[in-house]
């Protein structure tokens, strides 16, 4: 293990130290907002103490990055495969287009989460969030697993405003006691099955190993599954010319 | 069909005494125009499914087939013509917005037309490009603000920003595969790498067969992330971020689950039949800010190796918003002209949004020299290019060099029929039907590709020769070069060009 201090430095340098870092497992001490810490990595495990910046494991592509603390916006944008695992809140954006691996906040994330999100045979993204969403909750999804699980909401829907909105593939899983009102007429959401319920049992058990979480809490509440009535949104909306 | 009387735009002929019933037309057509009748044992047509692409006339072994414009019309007058009554009664039939292809077909001013180049006489020499030197190579990136020297006073040359090394200021624009076919990009990648320039991916990924042509191939970022992966972005010798195009201003795209089969959902990385929706904004990027953001993340992804393009649409204030990009760390910036191509657009978008390329790459320049950072990046214009006097003179306007799409697929076969949204190219361009995208053999492709760009190559030389300038970089912005002809002097100022006889 290597630990890098942070301190004092921008990002250019810490991440060049980060990319030449012989050692896979890296400590970086003193995270004070640089950005796009874990940018295309693979193959490397990152704690990170203090707050990184945004884009946090953009392209990430194997490996972890552990925070013990908050992450900023677009955390994991376009991420391919590998961990992230928040250990507070993540921004805006968090999970943008990401085709593979996953992403565990412990706490709230922000606006746009899972946005675009998609999914190719073996790689099925999956994002958790412990607290609450902000608003257009996997809008455009077309595939991978989003869960919010509202640990803290007490029954309060822990979604914002218009979740959903284009999506196309994939599901969403929110426990909940009831719906948001707004979901859009191209989704249907239904209360979780018990194969809803065995398929997400695995994802729900990480989840809560990685924040030490105990898992009869977590089932303690109903969950809801919201799933796309078809892949083709808008086929209906052109004439040839 | 009742009330809405869609007009054919075009009429079949065929001629009773050369045709010999082979049935090759019908074969041949993917729209199904021709039909053999068996009651009367000959061919027939069906006019309202031909595009003009002139697939059958070219194939027609006994020279039977012509193809005119439909003369027939409603009762047009000035204000409402055949083709305004048409799309009505197509919007009435169906609730849909219309969606066409390539670019913007109005009769709008083409400025490239009313701009004169200059040549060399007496008091100056022109130059022979036949036995003199003459040098089109280009280089494009961010060029350092001073010259280094190292102790011993020799220029140093160590930790230049990373560049693009064109051998011809031609690049093929971005064309993804899944708009057109693979033996289509197979020919882009390999005349490409033949003519030492670079191709387009588009935004639907790199196809694995055409990993090898990387050191040729731009990879493009767009808002859906098609195909983006960290291998995928290493391949290329740069990578673009695409934000607007030049066909759709504003917009974003949208490749319907039909086309996402086969190999076009591997290379997308999405399931097939699943639609490819590219939203219209980055949703990280409502900034230059965070522009800047999405720059610097491609380039700690690939460790500062790669250029970064950041490829826009024409519009109202495209000089104020180049002035942004070069801020923002961007290597490159292409600006798309609004008569660029498209596989498919909203026909109102295409033809009413944004402006021509002229107007905006000679805003763009000036705009950048005036703020003093025109070396912060490269310039690429692109929508419209047809010839290689429209390269001399978009050079001389301020480009270092220019993107071709429309004129690269008409060296491919294209015929511009305008048909492209439908995915039914009878030339194998714009299709993904196995049986059509083998009717364009790669080796062909290939070739006219290189004959077109190598041809033009020599124009230029020619042009440049004549003007007594012997290298693209003292072409590059030289409007005394250009002279208007016909032009106000509103537009004369835009274009920060003379008249004709000044």
Known sequence: ?241 | MGIHDIIPEYEVLRDPQRCTVCRLCERECANGVHSFNPKTGKMQSDNTKCVDCRRCVVFCPAHALKIVRNEESYRTNAQWDRQTVNEIFKQAETGGMLLSSMGNPKPYPIYWDKMLLNASQVTNPSIDPLREPMETRTFLGKKPHELRRDEKGRLRTDNLPPQLDLDVPILFSAMSYGAISYNAHKSLARAATALGTYYNTGEGGLHEDFYKYGPHTIVQVASGRFGVYKRYLEAGAAIEIKIGQGAKPGIGGHLPGSKIVGDISRTRMIPEGCDAISPAPHHDIYSIEDLRQLVYSLKEATDYKKPIIVKIAAVHNVAAIASGIARSGADIIAVDGFRGGTGAAPTRIRDNVGIPIELAIAAVDDRLRQEKIRDRVSLIAGGSIRNSADVVKAIALGADAVYIGTAALIALGCHLCRACQTGRCNWGIATQRPDLVKRLDPDVGTKSLINLVSAWKHEIMEMMGGMGINSIEALRGNRLMLRGIGLNDRELKVLGIKHAGE
Do not use: W
Not at chain 1, 25 to 37: K, L, N, S
Not at chain 1, 90 to 96: C, E, H, I, K, V
Not at chain 1, 130 to 138: A, C
Not at chain 1, 152 to 160: A, D, F, L, Q, Y
């Open chain 1, 1 to 241: 293990m290597v630990r890098i201090d942070a301190k004092g430095k921008n990002f250019q340098q810490l991440n060049e130290e980060i990319r030449v870092a012989e050692n896979s497992d890296i400590t970086v001490e003193h995270c004070m907002g640089q950005r796009y810490i874990g940018a295309g990595m693979s193959g490397k495990h990152l704690l990170l103490l203090g707050v990184p910046g945004n884009a946090l494991g953009c392209y990430l592509d194997g490996g972890s990055i552990r925070v013990l603390g908050n992450a900023q916006d677009q955390t994991g944008d376009t991420m391919n495969s590998g961990a992230i695992i928040v250990e507070g809140s993540s921004g805006d954006a968090t999970g943008y287009s990401m085709r593979g691996g996953k992403i565990f906040v412990r706490d709230n994330a922000g606006y746009r989460v899972g946005i675009h999100m998609k999914a190719y045979r073996e790689q099925q993204p999956l994002i958790i969030v412990g607290g609450e969403t902000g608003s257009f909750l996997g809008e455009y999804q077309a595939g991978g697993t989003i869960i919010v699980l509202g640990l803290n909401s007490e029954g309060r829907t822990p979604v914002g405003n218009l979740s959903c909105t284009g999506m196309h593939g994939g599901r969403m899983i929110l426990r909940c006691r009831r719906l948001p009102k707004d979901l859009p007429p191209q989704v249907s959401a239904a209360s979780a099955s018990k194969e809803d319920m065995a398929r997400i049992s695995g994802f729900l058990n990480d989840f809560c190993g990685a924040f030490g979480i105990s898992i009869q809490s977590v089932l303690s509440e109903p969950f809801f599954v919201i799933t796309p009535n078809t892949k083709n949104p808008y086929r209906a909306l052109y004439t040839e010319n």
